[in-house]
């Protein structure tokens, strides 16, 4: 079974710090994972993905992420935080060719970013 | 916006009744995948249906349901409801069986 775990429900950086949010993942088979972006009172932005190709992936709003696969880790980072970072964020893993395409959440993330 | 249309945006309903919710998908994508958001639970999948098919069940009470049309567009049928389905509902949908999914904005569901 596949499962996610996200260290830190919730994280404070002051604007212009480094973002580090901590996602580790459990899958008997090669995982497809992804970083989702929850503003309040929306749905979730995708954010980036690994899909076994590159283990260092880039996403938008200058976040990326490092697939690795020794650590079971996908943890995403953003050199300089802004004030627009805050929202929630949510490590997901799928895998494919399976039975079932569905994603598999942690728990979320809260990111306050302070002025 | 993603593309992913989900109506209404918001529900308030009464204990007992029944409930559906409509998602169109992303134009192109066959899949549609329906999770539940809670406080307590977290984000849980419910079901997935690839081209007009279930493929996939998740944490789905029985008294929920779904189905997708010809069209591509799926209803979540939600019945018998009780206090503790109040949370937003979300669509998603992939091209493939497999993928990145696109949310759609949420249904909120209140039973009070």
């Known amino acids: 079974a596949q499962s996610v775990t996200q260290l830190g429900s919730h994280v404070s950086v002051s604007e212009g710090a480094l973002v580090l949010l901590r996602c580790n993942y459990s899958?008997?088979?090669?995982?497809?994972l992804f970083w989702y972006v929850q503003y309040p009172n929306q749905g979730l932005q995708l954010l980036l993905k690994?899909?076994?190709?590159?283990?260092l992936v880039k996403g938008i709003n200058g976040f990326e992420a490092e697939f690795k696969k020794s650590e079971t880790s996908f943890h995403l980072t953003k050199p300089s935080a802004h004030m627009s970072d805050a929202a929630e964020y949510f490590c997901a893993v799928s895998n494919y060719g399976g039975s079932q395409g569905n994603l598999i959440f942690g728990k979320g993330t809260k990111l306050s970013v302070k002025p | 916006d993603s593309g992913v249309t989900q109506t209404p945006k918001h529900l308030i309903t009464a204990t007992g009744q029944r409930v559906t919710l409509r998602c169109s998908p992303r134009?192109?994508?066959?899949?549609v995948y329906w999770y539940q958001q809670s406080l307590d639970q977290g984000l849980q999948f419910l079901i997935q249906y690839y081209n007009g098919e279930e493929r996939a069940k998740g944490n789905i009470l029985e008294r929920f349901s779904a189905q997708q049309f010809p069209d591509l567009h799926s209803e979540l049928n939600l019945s018998s409801l009780e206090l503790g389905d109040s949370a937003l509902y979300f669509c998603?949908?992939?091209?493939?069986?497999?993928?990145?999914?696109?949310f759609g904005p949420g249904t909120r569901l209140t039973v009070t």
């Open positions: 899958s008997s088979v090669p995982p497809y």
């Open positions: 998603a949908s992939s091209v493939g069986a497999w993928g990145e999914q696109y």
């Open positions: 134009s192109g994508d066959l899949s």
């Open positions: 690994y899909t076994s190709a590159a283990t």
